[in-house]
């Protein structure tokens, strides 16, 4: 045992490091060192925070956390509070806070829709003085600023900006690089000038070409996506594919061995269904340029009804309004016709099958199950809308092309929507319109429940565009008009706002930036008295009663007035003289391609077909179309972005499969029908 002085020896020497160590730990527990602010990096903080920083701080970073909590301010959307926070800035900045100050000040010009002036603010920054996170802000706003319309500006803007950026913001990028080549028009496109040194952008360009040229091919679209890879291994786009592209790439070939056609052969519909028909055989078949062939027999039906008249409106079949076959319809022709099997018909070439189905003779379900045992691997139809929403409801394995839209779009995998829709129309019109510059549009339409559907579909659209509310003015029955016509009343360019409930704008996000949607206020109300702004008038009426419409409006516009006209496929009907051509001067229509001349050999064997009536070449057109998708349907499906040239339209597929047409638009000219473009 050691003594006791020893011990008290070696205690007495840990007493001054323990003092030693007790003084260090005082000292950095007095409290948590001040966070550091960067306003150069990411603002990944809540502005409250910030705001309690700037609060909290007396020295010279008091600034840089008030700028950083109006970035935060902005992305959260709180524009008043960022406004304020923007105006008690102090007017003494360094280099450094007077470019961040020029970013925040255009990311709320942008907020508020004030493009010219966030490009004026743009236009100031020094680019070099900028971080790479301050960089790619930079180019975000540039983007937002061009709105999403497609030019070389926004093309060299998403270049620059692709190198700073990384992860999910960087496929973004380049998804985004994509979707504005691909909405770029192919003449826009063709006439853009680049510099030699630009081979970034010329491996986007020659990509775009590829696309273009090989869209409807499947195999060889990707085969040209892989030899551009090799051409252009260091386009950002080689190492990752727009996800477009990339889904291109993975697609696989629906089955088309065997087709299930359902078509009502009976009743009211038979006429419209045997006009379909004949366009899907024809187009299978490969005679659509042979000689002409006698129209389809009318259908035979113990209902006095059934029997559609020649120059009924097809849009009343193929749209939500169809008439539909009565339950008396269907008892009169099960009963008077026998139930034959379906019938099979073969193409050589593709070495397909199509099966054709009555669907007035049986209910949808049993039909489906049936094709689905005759080993049926698509389903083109049916065409009336109730059949529709009962095929949308079956859940049925097969791949279906709907000939029609049911009430409400149901998004399934294996169901597409093809319809020749008075909706679809309207829609393609308010495009066609807004293209031209017009604004402040007048809709004049029948007073019923179509002409409900029409502004309906028109006003949502136009609102989608960025328009503000449209006008609608109904009208009645032919002999009103004459009436009016008579009296000298004419008609004037006025109306009541159509009143729709627009989808919810979404906002974008650009490099960790977010840029919100357009603002919406409370639209003007237009007046319901005088002529108001109205700058173009879209007219949906028959023939007869655009005879009667024109005049109407020139007696009080008078002729020489600036308001433009538009009309839709309903009043374009064959038989019109030069008469008529020339009281139409200057009215611009729309119509499906095969009847705006595109294929003049294929438009005067049908017309021959069907004894000059337009509505059944439409629906003939339509067969053809069919006949088309279902060969494509995978690619509708799986591949977005894709489009066909068809004879009712340029087709193309939204998310819902829901296949959309642009229209050809022409216009009377002195006595002829000239293309608009």
């Not at 960022?82 to 942008?110: G, R």
């Not at 490969?286 to 409106?313: C, E, H, M, R, Y």
Request: net charge negative; hydrophobic share 35%; with cysteine.
């Amino acid at each position: 045992m050691l003594p006791s002085k020893i011990v008290r020896h070696k205690a007495g020497r840990f007493v001054p490091v323990l003092l030693a160590a007790l003084i260090l730990a005082a000292c950095s527990g007095q409290g948590p060192q001040a966070p550091t602010v960067n306003i150069q990096g990411p603002a990944t903080g809540a502005s409250a925070y910030y705001l309690q920083q700037a609060q909290q701080s007396s020295d010279d970073s008091k600034t840089d956390w008030q700028l950083l909590a109006i970035r935060a301010l902005l992305k959260e959307g709180k524009y008043p509070q960022a406004n304020q926070q923007l105006n008690q800035l102090p007017s003494q900045l360094s280099d450094i806070q007077q470019q961040e100050l020029l970013l925040l000040k255009a990311q709320y010009q942008i907020a508020q829709q004030n493009r010219n002036d966030a490009l004026q603010l743009l236009g100031q920054v020094k680019t070099g003085a900028l971080s790479k996170d301050e960089l790619a802000r930079y180019y975000g706003l540039q983007i937002a600023a061009s709105q999403g319309q497609p030019s070389l500006a926004l093309l060299r803007n998403y270049i620059a900006q692709e190198p700073l950026l990384s992860g999910t913001d960087h496929q973004n990028n380049i998804d985004a690089m994509w979707q504005t080549l691909t909405q770029m028009p192919q003449q826009q496109a063709n006439n853009l000038v680049i510099n030699a040194d630009e081979n970034v952008l010329q491996g986007w360009l020659d990509l775009l070409a590829v696309w273009r040229a090989n869209t409807q091919d499947a195999e060889m679209l990707k085969a040209g996506i892989k030899d551009w890879q090799t051409r252009y291994p260091q386009n950002p786009a080689a190492k990752n594919l727009p996800t477009q592209l990339t889904q291109a790439q993975n697609f696989t070939k629906a089955s088309t061995s065997t087709i299930a056609l359902m078509l009502p052969l009976n009743g009211q519909a038979q006429v419209f269904a045997n006009a379909i028909q004949k366009g899907f055989n024809d187009a299978k078949n490969g005679v659509l340029t042979a000689a002409p062939q006698p129209a389809p027999a009318q259908p035979t039906s113990t209902d006095p009804n059934a029997a559609a008249q020649p120059n009924a409106d097809p849009n009343a079949v193929v749209s939500p309004s169809a008439p539909e076959a009565t339950p008396a319809d269907q008892q009169n022709s099960a009963e008077t016709q026998p139930q034959a099997q379906p019938a099979v018909a073969s193409d050589p070439a593709s070495n397909a099958q199509v099966k054709v189905y009555d669907t007035s003779s049986q209910p949808i379900q049993q039909l489906l199950q049936q094709a689905q045992q005759d080993g049926a691997t698509l389903v083109v139809g049916p065409l009336l809308k109730s059949n529709v929403e009962a095929v949308a409801n079956s859940q049925t394995p097969l791949n279906v092309l709907a000939l029609n839209e049911p009430e409400q779009i149901q998004n399934h995998p294996n169901i597409c929507y093809f319809a020749l829709s008075p909706e679809d129309e309207a829609r393609d019109a308010a495009h066609h319109i807004w293209d031209q510059g017009k604004r402040q549009p007048l809709l004049l339409v029948p007073r019923n429940s179509f002409g409900d559907r029409v502004t309906k579909a028109f006003a949502q659209e136009w609102q989608t565009l960025g328009g503000s509310t449209a006008m609608q003015q109904r009208f009645g029955s032919v002999s009103e008009l004459k009436q009016g016509i008579n009296s000298g009343a004419g008609i004037a360019l006025s109306g009541t706002p159509i009143n729709v409930t627009p989808d919810q704008p979404q906002g974008i996000a650009i490099a960790g930036l977010t840029i919100p949607a357009p603002q919406s206020s409370t639209p003007d109300v237009a007046s319901t008295s005088g002529g108001g702004n109205v700058d173009s008038v879209y007219i949906v009426s028959t023939q007869e009663e655009m005879q009667l419409i024109k005049p109407m409006i020139s007696m009080r516009t008078g002729s020489r007035s600036s308001v433009s006209l538009y009309a839709s496929s309903r009043s374009f009907q064959a038989g019109a003289g030069p008469d008529f051509r020339l009281e139409m001067d200057g009215l611009q229509f729309s119509d499906i391609p095969l009847l705006s001349g595109t294929n003049p050999g294929l438009m005067q064997q049908a017309t021959k077909s069907f004894n000059n009536d337009y509505s059944l070449v439409r629906l003939y057109a339509m067969g053809i179309d069919a006949w088309k998708l279902a060969n494509h349907f995978n690619q509708m499906r799986q591949v977005p972005g894709f489009a066909l040239d068809g004879n009712t339209g340029k087709l193309s597929a939204d998310t819902d499969c829901v296949i959309n047409r642009k229209l050809t638009w022409n216009q009377y000219r002195q006595g002829e029908i000239r293309s608009v473009n």
